[in-house]
């Protein structure tokens, strides 16, 4: 069974609008991590956001939250107020905390629309 | 903090050819790791180094070694290239959690993009 699931691969929004890219995971591991990763077209990697499966709080960081809901599995990426340079592909990621790898989604290339 | 550096950024290998891309970290972390991204299939870890001395495979570790050459350095070698390594690869490191309740945090190289004729 996949670990991570992303099950949009394109999306589009208007600048300024908010966005939720989707993600759910699956794991029986009562301690794990996840992760939103950035990759624009320059290629590299840029860590956004973590979210513990013990915090009580949604993650937030400048405009992008974590929608995290334990029960469904889920960990959907909130980003606010759209910019032509949120446009690039996005991972999310998990991490239990009993093993040592981390495991990717196959990503969402979100397009900004001027 | 240069964070994690790799070399080379691009390469070029006929069939056959071997090569070693080289991954360092100045960020102290004791976990290191190798992937590749190849489109459509996100990206699949091929070793990891929980801590210096050790290595473990990943999920497509076939035709790639990795020796983790001390706590900053880990490098991935192909010892005979093929078309189907064509990818670009990244190296990342972890940072260890704040508490027993958090995971790591990985950051990641800048990747190298390797094209195998």
């Known amino acids: 069974a996949q670990k991570i699931t992303q099950t949009q691969p394109g999306m589009f929004v208007q600048e300024k609008e908010a966005v939720t890219l989707d993600c759910t995971y699956d794991?029986?591991?009562?301690?794990?991590?996840l992760f939103w990763y950035k990759q624009p077209s320059s290629g590299e990697m840029i860590f956004l956001i973590y979210q513990g499966s013990y915090d009580q709080q949604n993650a937030t960081e400048g405009r992008y939250s974590l929608n995290f809901q334990k029960a469904r599995k889920s960990a959907n990426l909130v980003i606010s107020a759209s910019q032509l340079g949120d446009s690039a592909m996005y991972f999310c990621a998990m991490r239990e905390n009993t093993g040592n790898q981390f495991y990717f989604g196959t990503g969402t290339s979100l397009t900004v629309i001027p | 903090n240069a964070g994690v550096t790799q070399t080379p950024k691009f390469q070029v290998l006929k069939t056959g050819q071997s090569m070693t891309l080289q991954c360092a970290q100045d960020?102290?972390?004791?976990?290191m790791y190798w992937y590749r991204q190849d489109p459509g299939m996100g990206l699949r870890l091929i070793y990891y180094s929980a801590s210096e001395g050790t290595t473990d495979k990943g999920e497509v570790p076939n035709g790639y070694n990795v020796s983790r050459l001390n706590k900053r350095e880990f490098s991935l070698r192909l010892e005979s290239a093929a078309p189907s390594q064509t990818s670009v690869y990244f190296c990342a490191s972890s940072e260890p959690p704040l508490s027993s309740y958090r995971t790591d945090t990985q950051y990641f190289g800048p990747g190298t993009r390797l094209t195998v004729l």
């Open positions: 794991t029986s591991d009562p301690s794990y991590g």
């Open positions: 960020m102290n972390h004791n976990s």
